[in-house]
């Protein structure tokens, strides 16, 4: 039993190491995502996201081409503060969906299949936070939004036990 209570509160709770990884996601993804449109405005408007590989690599996915995919990685890959909490995210999820088995536990998420199953820049686009949420939580990201979206990320992507 004490085991899930860690586990609830490091996936689920605002202050648990996977919901603040995906607050220390939001800044570097931010400054990059203006480099992004700075050099390459068309890629605003593209359908692309973002998976952690096996060995921790970041990598670009979805609707564009072998270039754009290319130069995509070299900027993600080249962002540490990136890549670290990404990879802390990846850590810290994988480490503490063993107890819990209701909410996240439901899913068959795996080192193997992680790639396949989330898509960060979903993530951070969809669990931001409006300007009173911010001022009331002090948080960039909006935990409950991010819970939803992970769960439906989930769904869709993972074999369910």
């Known amino acids: 039993m004490y085991e899930l209570g860690i586990a609830t509160g490091e996936l689920y709770m605002p202050g648990g190491s996977v919901p603040k990884s995906v607050e220390k996601m939001l800044s570097p993804y931010d400054a990059l995502l203006s480099d992004i449109n700075n050099q390459a405005p068309s890629m605003a408007y593209k359908n692309w996201g973002i998976s952690i590989n096996q060995s921790g690599t970041l990598e670009a996915t979805g609707s564009i081409t072998d270039l754009e995919k290319v130069y995509l ?11 670290s909490a990404i990879k802390d995210f990846k850590s810290n999820y994988l480490k503490y969906i063993g107890p ?56 869709r992507s993972a074999a369910r036990y």
């Open 100 to 155: 819990e088995s209701r909410g996240y536990g439901r899913y068959d998420v795996t080192n193997d299949n992680f790639a396949d199953v989330f898509n960060f820049r979903e993530m951070l686009e969809s669990s931001r936070s409006n300007d009173d949420f911010k001022r009331t939580w002090e948080y960039e990201t909006n935990w409950l939004k991010l819970t939803d979206n992970i769960l439906s990320q989930l769904k």
């Open 73 to 83: 990685e070299e900027k993600l890959n080249g962002s540490a503060e990136l890549v």
